[in-house]
């Protein structure tokens, strides 16, 4: 299933946060979880387009980021429903 992860950003991502970022970025990728992501630096928001079994793994996973864990980020998941294509 696909699922939307938008995250908020709570405080600034700091530049070796980037780097700890791209350690988990990675392997997300190669795993098959993380489609594609955009950061909105201005609007303070992070989406990931994610897939996963369940809604159980995709917390799971988000759960576990440093960022989530050190409360800088928090995410909204919603299961994808539809697709548009123009």
Do not use: C
Request: net charge negative; hydrophobic share 50%.
């Amino acid at each position: 299933m696909l699922f939307v992860a938008e995250g908020r950003i709570h405080e600034p991502i700091a530049a070796e946060d980037h780097a700890i970022a791209a350690a988990w970025l990675g392997p997300m990728v190669d795993a098959g979880f993380l489609q594609s992501g955009y950061l909105d630096g201005v609007g303070q928001r992070v989406i990931m387009i994610v897939s996963a079994p369940d809604r159980v793994e995709v917390d799971e996973h988000l759960r576990n980021l440093p960022v989530v864990r050190d409360g800088k980020v928090s995410f909204t998941v919603s299961p994808v429903t539809a697709l548009r294509f123009t």
